[in-house]
């Protein structure tokens, strides 16, 4: 599959055109794909930093800050803490309506038997029995997708999961490996898919020290994995925003914010750590204004080849948990 820079631009212009305004909160809306669902520009990230918060009701307290202020994608996973941050929302959802798009994660076990265990503790973990969108988490190499795609893997159960009802969607995550992303899309018709996009354009197979090459100088996940998703017209949320805060100084964390929503994503995910940190990522939402072809590609030429070999060497093992 391919898609053009110019097809590139266009669909990055077409998604901020089409987005919609939340009357009541201000924050624009963007429809997840084909899959029906607006889901806030900005997500909430129930990671680690999330975790960070270390107190439940501190954290809790942070959630709902976020939904008041118009995010309406939380985004968990079975490996957070080992359930901690499953629990944490499932606390959430005792005491407050499900007027949000929920998504977990599963990982870690690669069986069908194995996966189904992870989805059965995951919805005992939330409280519920019926999440919104379930990925398989932080896809690998090559024998890792092999593993999923076994004929008793975890891609089986997930499929059962769908068909049970038991999540709406199904979709895939991806760290560090952009050209096996590349084959998982092009061989099954996910819902979604989350994948790292950020100023340094990282997801390279084998860092090196040459420049990239791509719709906007990208050699990783956006120029290899993205087109696939657009084409497959499959839900697009971005991670690792701020590259675990490794581009802090790179650029503004504003600029970094736009930088992944001027992308045609649905919603960048963003772990949150601090009160002010929700307040600040709720406003640059709210003001978005995407940046121009001109700004994306020095913005990404910004990046030194150093950096971007960093970077990518650390996602190469690295999964938020």
Known sequence: MHITRRGFLASAACCAVTAEIDAQTGMPMRMLGST???????????????????????????????????????????SYGDGQSEQWVGAFLKTHPKNFFLVTKIGGDRSYDGAMRIIERSLKNLGVSQVDLMHIHALGDASDLAAIEAPNGQLKAMLRAREQKITRFIGVTCHANPQVLKTALTRHDFDSTQMALNVAQIGNDAPSNKPGEGMTGASGFEAVAMPVALQKKMGLTAMKVFAQEKLIGQASPEILLRYAMSLPVAAATVGMPQLTHVDFNLAAARNFTPLSPEEMKSLAAGVSAKMRASIDRFFADHVDC
Do not use: H, I, M, P
């Open 36 to 78: 029906g669902q607006r889901v806030s520009l900005l997500a909430f990230g129930c990671g680690s930093r999330w975790l960070a918060y270390k107190d439940r009701d501190k954290a809790l307290s942070a959630l709902d800050r976020a939904l008041k202020g118009g995010v309406n994608y939380v985004d968990t996973a079975a």
